[in-house]
C-alpha cells in the first residue's frame, strides 16, 4: 500500500530522490533540504492520460477567445464561414498533429479534427 511522506521540519510532502552516488532511494521536501531513506524501494506513479478529443470538449467558448487563430474555413454542419483552430495539446510521441477546429456561429458550435 502506497502512502505520503511529510517532512518533518516544514510538514510538506516528500518526493523520491535518487541518490546516484549511494545507489540508493531517499525522499526529498522540495521547499527545504530534508530528505530521508526510503523504507521501501517501490514508487508509484499514476499518471492520467486524457485523448486531445476529450480535453476539447472541457473548453467553452472557444470561438470567442481572442486569441486564437481564425480561418475561413466552412462548418461542415451548418456551413458557416468562420472557425478558430488550435492544435492538440498532447505532448506524447506517438500522437500526430491534430487540428482542432470550432464553428463561430453562435447558435453551432460545431467541433472537428482535420
Sequence with gaps: MASFKYCSECNNMLYPREDKTNRKLLF???NCHFEEDADN?????????HAPSEQTM???????????????????????QEAVFFQSAARRADTKMTLFYVCCNRGCG????D
Excluded at 472541457?58 to 486569441?67: G, I
Excluded at 480561418?71 to 451548418?78: S, V
Excluded at 460545431?110 to 479534427?113: D, G, I
Design 28 to 30: 526529498a521536501c522540495r
Design 58 to 80: 472541457v473548453l467553452t467558448d472557444l470561438s470567442a477567445d481572442p486569441t486564437l487563430p481564425r480561418t475561413t474555413t466552412a462548418c461542415p454542419r451548418c456551413g458557416y
Design 41 to 49: 524501494n517501490c514508487v508509484y506513479r499514476h499518471e492520467i492520460v
Design 110 to 113: 460545431h467541433r472537428w479534427v
